[in-house]
């Protein structure tokens, strides 16, 4: 049976500042609480990042999967999981078709999933790349103001200039809370 899916960015949306590297990423605290509400209500919980820094050899693809154990591990101490996690670990001049906001990694996850695209969701803090990649999927896109996001939506907003957010939210949990609003899910 189909599932309703929502894809997650991680730094600036699920925790850090936006731009550093994974190797210093900390969840916030209410992104725990979300991806714990999505894993209860029978919502894939996908998370979904572009780490350009593997491919400038700032850092290496073991660093990423070690830290990537680590936040599972995290995630599994307060009774929740991601249902897969895809990264990009490609740069701009790489050329690859999974860098945010092209389709790559949601085509890796319908492959692996049985996801209800109808019931999709991109929640995340860079326009340019989060929103529009809502658009390339035809899915819902949730703007957080945390990590760039308020950057995103005032300064940098010519950027994504022709995609609009379908719902803008302080954080991930405020997204989150919506997303089971619009699916009609009673919390």
């Given at each position: 049976?189909?599932?309703?899916v929502?894809?997650?960015?991680?730094?600036?949306?699920?925790?850090?500042?936006?731009?550093?590297?994974?190797?210093?990423?900390?969840?916030?605290?209410?992104?725990?609480?979300?991806?714990?509400?999505?894993?209860?209500?029978?919502i894939?919980?996908i998370?979904?990042?572009?780490?350009?820094?593997?491919?400038?050899?700032?850092?290496?693809?073991?660093e990423?999967?070690?830290k990537?154990?680590?936040?599972?591990d995290?995630?599994?101490?307060?009774?929740?999981?991601?249902?897969?996690?895809?990264?990009?670990?490609?740069?701009?001049?790489?050329?690859?078709?999974?860098?945010k906001?092209?389709?790559?990694?949601?085509?890796?996850?319908?492959?692996?999933?049985?996801?209800?695209?109808?019931?999709?969701y991109?929640?995340?803090?860079?326009?340019?790349?989060?929103?529009?990649?809502?658009?390339?999927?035809?899915?819902?896109?949730?703007?957080?103001l945390?990590?760039?996001?308020?950057?995103?939506?005032?300064?940098?907003?010519?950027s994504?200039?022709?995609?609009?957010?379908?719902?803008?939210?302080?954080?991930?949990?405020e997204a989150?809370?919506?997303?089971?609003?619009?699916?009609?899910?009673?919390?």
């Amino acid at each position: 049976m189909k599932k309703p899916v929502v894809f997650l960015d991680f730094q600036g949306t699920l925790g850090g500042e936006g731009l550093e590297d994974i190797t210093s990423f900390e969840f916030f605290p209410f992104a725990l609480e979300a991806i714990q509400l999505l894993n209860k209500n029978n919502i894939l919980a996908i998370g979904i990042t572009n780490q350009s820094h593997i491919s400038k050899g700032l850092i290496t693809m073991e660093e990423y999967d070690t830290k990537l154990q680590l936040l599972k591990d995290k995630l599994a101490i307060h009774n929740s999981f991601f249902d897969s996690v895809y990264c990009c670990p490609h740069d701009n001049k790489d050329h690859c078709n999974c860098r945010k906001p092209l389709t790559g990694m949601i085509e890796k996850a319908k492959e692996e999933h049985d996801l209800d695209m109808q019931k999709a969701y991109v929640v995340g803090d860079m326009g340019m790349s989060d929103m529009v990649l809502a658009k390339n999927i035809n899915a819902k896109g949730i703007l957080v103001l945390t990590g760039v996001g308020r950057g995103s939506l005032n300064e940098h907003r010519s950027s994504w200039q022709d995609v609009n957010a379908d719902y803008i939210a302080e954080n991930v949990l405020e997204a989150v809370r919506w997303i089971l609003n619009d699916l009609k899910i009673n919390l």
